[in-house]
């Protein structure tokens, strides 16, 4: 079975940056989707950032178009969420998760992936 886990998540203040890092149990990332959603209480997941299984390109929600940068290292099963110039509205539990079914037009939506780790808690407030 694999396992996702999830880090780096915390308190911040607005306008901070904040990096949160997500390992998968298997030998090589390649050929697996990633992404994060991220999910408030009383709300749906919202979609975040993906990479796709051959990740030559990434994808943004349009609420962190420009703020957030997603990343992936296939050989350390890792992959990472670079957070800038962050937002109260952008407090929420951060969820790290993988798939290697996942095609490009599904990419945003979190049905398509298998593989979910516990989540991340980050908020943002002064």
């Known amino acids: 079975q694999v396992q996702v886990a999830e880090s780096g998540g915390g308190l911040v203040q607005p306008g901070d940056s904040l990096r949160v890092s997500c390992e998968v149990s298997?030998?090589?990332?390649?050929?697996?989707?990633v992404a994060w959603f991220r999910q408030t209480p009383g709300k749906e997941r919202e979609f975040v950032a993906a990479m796709s299984r051959t990740g030559g390109y990434a994808y943004y929600g349009d609420p962190v178009k420009g703020r957030f940068t997603i990343s992936r290292d296939n050989g350390k099963s890792t992959v990472y969420l670079q957070m800038n110039t962050l937002k109260p509205e952008d407090t929420a539990v951060y969820y790290c998760t993988a798939g290697n079914r996942v095609i490009t037009s599904s990419l945003r939506t979190h049905t398509a992936y298998d593989y979910w780790g516990q989540g991340t808690q980050v908020t943002v407030s002064a």
């Open positions: 298997v030998r090589s990332l390649s050929g697996y989707a």
